[in-house]
Nanobody
Framework: QVQLVESGGGLVQPGGSLRLSCAAS????????MGWYRQAPGKERELVAA???????NYADSVKGRFTISRENAKNTVYLQLNSLKPEDTAVYYC?????????????WGQGTQVTVSS
């Protein structure tokens, strides 16, 4: 089991920046992949960015070049740096952790943090 707690959301003007944090309740060193998803009103939840245990990353096309995901194993924390924010980035952002334990795939979610981009 792992509990995930997101923080860092808020209201920001277009073109602004935010850094989201996802703190895990235990070591993330062995977790296969961690990611950030988002869900806007009336839309499905979508993958924004993910990072594997080995440090490989992938991003949604809509955020490439603007968002950066990173992990700090020593602090059991994953970050999402959001730059050049646009109104269409407005959503609840969720942290996700995925691991395989004794052949079983396990999926964990945080409670979400609201990001609102508006002037």
């Amino acid at each position: 089991q792992v509990q995930l707690v997101e923080s860092g959301g808020g209201l920001v003007q277009p073109g602004g920046s935010l850094r989201l944090s996802c703190a895990a309740s235990r070591s993330i060193f062995s977790i296969n992949a961690m990611g950030w998803y988002r869900q806007a009103p009336g839309k499905e939840r979508e993958l924004v960015a993910a990072i594997t245990r080995g440090g490989s990353t992938n991003y949604a096309d809509s955020v490439k070049g603007r968002f950066t995901i990173s992990r700090e194993n020593a602090k059991n924390t994953v970050y999402l740096q959001l730059n050049s924010l646009k109104p269409e980035d407005t959503a609840v952002y969720y942290c996700n952790a995925a691991e395989v334990v004794r052949g079983t795939y396990l999926d964990y979610w945080g409670q979400g943090t609201q990001v609102t981009v508006s002037s």
